[in-house]
């Protein structure tokens, strides 16, 4: 059973930087196309970057682009999130979304394409 964990999440100023982590247990995440979303209160949850079991393609949401960078380490089986220049519309819930498909799709519209989810990890940016 695959089971997901972010961690990472917490309070920081703006510009700060916050560095998530997802890590994974029971199997290897090797062949996993995985991605992060995101939920503020009363938004509807929203693709951030996702990146491919291959770790060459990523893709990542426009209001994120040119500050957040995914990656992933497969030999500690742990996926990435540095996440710099922190503004407070990035506060949210973070969570970590893995999907396990022959030509897997690098999607941020579709969050019920990705079918193992972890709990989430707040991130706050406040003054």
């Known amino acids: 059973q695959l089971q997901l964990v972010e961690s990472g999440g917490g309070l920081v100023q703006p510009g700060g930087s916050l560095r998530l982590s997802c890590a994974a247990s029971?199997?290897?995440?090797?062949?996993?196309?995985i991605a992060w979303f995101r939920q503020a209160p009363g938004k509807e949850r929203e693709g951030v970057s996702c990146?491919?079991?291959?770790?060459?393609?990523?893709n990542y949401a426009d209001s994120v682009k040119g500050r957040f960078t995914i990656s992933r380490d497969n030999a500690k089986n742990t996926v990435y999130l540095q996440m710099n220049s922190l503004k407070p519309e990035d506060t949210a819930i973070y969570y970590c979304?893995?999907?396990?498909?022959?030509?897997?799709?690098?999607?941020?519209?579709?969050?019920?394409?990705?079918?193992?989810w972890g709990q989430g990890t707040q991130v706050t940016v406040s003054s």
């Open positions: 990146i491919a079991s291959s770790g060459v393609s990523t």
């Open positions: 979304a893995a999907e396990l498909r022959v030509f897997a799709r690098c999607v941020l519209d579709r969050p019920e394409y990705f079918r193992s």
């Open positions: 029971g199997f290897t995440l090797d062949y996993y196309t």
